[in-house]
């Protein structure tokens, strides 16, 4: 792996997981403990519309989903929040509108739209610097604003109803942290692809909650897990010429399987031990 | 004596797709009132507490709290939920969780305070909880739980404590110990408690108010003959099915 390092895809491909743990470890963090999962998998689904969107319009498909997923996270939020359809309904119905919105931009463009399987499907080593610019960018907006709403973002996770009797703007800052969702969905987009986001949304976050009990070191430690399950998927796809983003993906939930496996043994054995101390 | 009263509920009627669940619900609380609300499950009683709260706006009827709309008094008013509903593996200290209840005083963008932090010691010192402040809050026990809620509810030093069946899931050892801390609390603020465990409601606070849709309510716990007939055409269902509410009879008239 490290004589192929010396290629600039190469370098790039690393800065971009690098970026992408960052984004998905903090916001994967809250999509986990609030079990936001199924609306975070409706809003990146609708970032299709956006790639699209971005194909049709003759801009940066990456730019169109920026814009297009902040309008429909900010939507699928209004429709949860303020009408009386069932929050998994409304997520249902946005994701597939999300999508379909994206299938009739593209058929409306002429010619054929390039690149599109590896917004599906995600090619980190195709990401090209000006996305990591993008990348960067994002990061920064995520980090600044987490550090600047921790306190409100703990408070509407843990107990929106308790929020609102403490006076938290309840309604405002879960659409704030949905625009979040969509920004990581931006950054991931480029690694993962457009359908696999939602694993690295939630896998390294949730094998974070395995070691702590305490939400800023989920974070860190879910960054950490991030980088090092991207850097370890990208060198397996580059050993066994296999499809990047997937074998992050597969490589993420093993791991986590394994890990919750063996916490189940550990707990068991314990439970014999206690159970029969004079059994040796 | 107007402007005593900390709530003041004057014929409020809450439907719910067309459904009564309020009835013209008259209840002035004072500043140094215990009240206790008893009735069948569904009967309105947390809906009654989300009224105060302002979470639940009347379909008519005149709320005041502290002589204001609900939502504009809820920083004078401390809730303690039914606390089976929260998330056990949420990752969050008894600390943090305290500390939550000061966010009306920190305000948004700020950082909590020293003092934010003093009164999260304080309240959890008043339930008898500091030493568990680094625990994580679901590994807490029903009545360690509970008394850790109170704390999040008096951290924000209200002059109104509604507390939504406290003592559901603590086992009874544990509620003496609850209505003791009630007790000492009672002197500087009005508390609501609301439950459908009459047995042990109606030892500790000074009145009972009985809720089945419509309240039935005579500012006081002594159930004369006359209070009796009044509240025994509310609780049609509870009095059907058993014998309880003759224990408080018994016990207290």
Same mark, same amino acid.
């Given at each position: 792996?490290?004589? %192929?390092?010396?290629?600039? +895809? ?20 809250? =999509?986990?403990?609030?079990?936001? =999962?199924?609306?975070? $998998? !409706?809003?990146?689904?609708?970032? +299709?519309? $956006?790639?699209?969107? $971005? ?8 730019? $169109?989903?920026? +814009? ?31 999508? !379909? ?18 917004? /599906?499907?995600?090619?980190? /080593? ?20 987490? %550090? ?6 703990? %408070?509407?996770? #843990?107990?929106?109803? #308790?929020?609102?009797? &403490? ?31 939602? !694993? ?10 395995? +070691? ?19 850097? %370890?998927? /990208? ?11 997937? &074998?992050?993906?597969? /490589?993420?939930?093993? =791991? ?17 031990? &206690? ?6 | 004596m107007p402007g005593k009263d900390v709530v003041k509920l004057e014929d409020v009627?809450?439907?719910?797709? @067309? ?7 008259n209840l002035p609380i004072e500043q140094d009132d215990?009240l @206790? ?15 105060i709260?302002g ?6 009827g005149k709320v005041s709290i502290l002589g204001k709309p609900p939502e504009k008094s809820r920083s004078k008013i ?52 500091? *030493? ?25 030093e209200p002059k109104l404590l ?8 603590? *086992? ?15 002197q500087q603020m009005a508390i609501v ?14 009145k ?11 500012g ?34």
């Amino acid at each position: 792996m490290l004589d %192929a390092l010396q290629y600039e +895809f190469m370098r790039n491909a690393l800065i971009a997981g690098a970026l992408a743990a960052i984004a998905c470890g903090i916001i994967g963090t809250y =999509v986990v403990v609030k079990k936001m =999962v199924s609306v975070s $998998g !409706a809003i990146s689904h609708s970032s +299709f519309g $956006g790639i699209g969107l $971005g194909y049709f319009v003759g801009i940066s498909p990456v730019l $169109g989903a920026l +814009f297009f997923t902040i309008a429909s996270a900010l939507g699928m939020g209004l429709v949860i929040k303020r009408t009386r359809l069932p929050e998994d309904t409304a997520i249902g119905i946005l994701w597939a509108m999300g999508m !379909a919105i994206g299938i009739i931009f593209i058929g409306l463009t002429p010619g054929y739209a390039p690149d599109l399987f590896s917004y /599906l499907f995600g090619n980190i /080593l195709a990401v090209p610097f000006s996305d990591i610019i993008l990348m960067l960018i994002l990061d920064a907006v995520i980090v600044a604003i987490v %550090a600047a709403l921790y306190k409100e973002f703990l %408070a509407v996770s #843990f107990d929106e109803e #308790f929020g609102t009797v &403490t006076g938290v703007p309840v309604e405002a800052l879960y659409l704030l942290m949905l625009c979040m969702v969509a920004l990581t969905v931006v950054v991931l987009i480029r690694v993962v692809g457009i359908i696999l986001v939602i !694993a690295l949304l939630t896998i390294p976050a949730a094998l974070a909650r395995q +070691f702590t009990n305490d939400l800023k070191k989920m974070m860190l430690l879910s960054i950490v897990f991030g980088v090092v399950l991207t850097f %370890a998927g /990208l060198w397996l796809s580059y050993e066994l010429d296999l499809a990047s983003g997937a &074998t992050i993906i597969l /490589l993420s939930g093993t =791991v986590l399987l394994v890990k919750l496996a063996l916490s189940r043994l550990r707990g068991r054995a314990k439970i014999k031990e &206690t159970a029969s101390p004079e059994a040796e | 004596m107007p402007g005593k009263d900390v709530v003041k509920l004057e014929d409020v009627w809450v439907q719910y797709n @067309g459904v009564p669940i309020l009835e013209a619900i008259n209840l002035p609380i004072e500043q140094d009132d215990f009240l @206790g609300i008893i009735g069948p499950n569904g009967g309105g009683k947390t809906t009654l507490l989300k009224v105060i709260l302002g979470l639940v706006t009347p379909t008519q009827g005149k709320v005041s709290i502290l002589g204001k709309p609900p939502e504009k008094s809820r920083s004078k008013i401390g809730y303690v939920p039914q606390h089976n509903l929260f998330d056990r593996e949420f990752p969050i200290s008894v600390w943090e969780a305290v500390l939550m209840g000061r966010f009306g005083k920190a305000g948004l963008f700020r950082r909590y305070s020293s003092e934010d932090k003093k009164a999260t010691q304080n309240a959890l010192q008043t339930v008898g909880m500091l *030493d568990y402040k680094s625990r994580q809050l679901g590994k807490l026990s029903g009545g360690e739980l509970q008394r850790v809620f109170i704390a999040r509810a008096l951290v924000s030093e209200p002059k109104l404590l509604l507390l939504d069946e406290p003592t559901a899931s603590v *086992d009874p050892a544990m509620q003496t110990e609850f209505y003791e801390i009630l007790e000492r609390l009672k002197q500087q603020m009005a508390i609501v408690l609301v439950s459908h465990d009459i047995s042990a409601i109606s030892i500790y606070v000074d009145k009972i108010a009985c809720l089945n849709r419509q309240l039935h309510y005579h500012g006081s716990k002594e159930l004369t003959p006359e209070i009796l007939e009044a509240t025994y055409k509310c609780p049609v269902q509870m009095i059907a099915h058993g014998f309880v509410p003759h224990r408080v009879l018994k016990e207290h008239a």
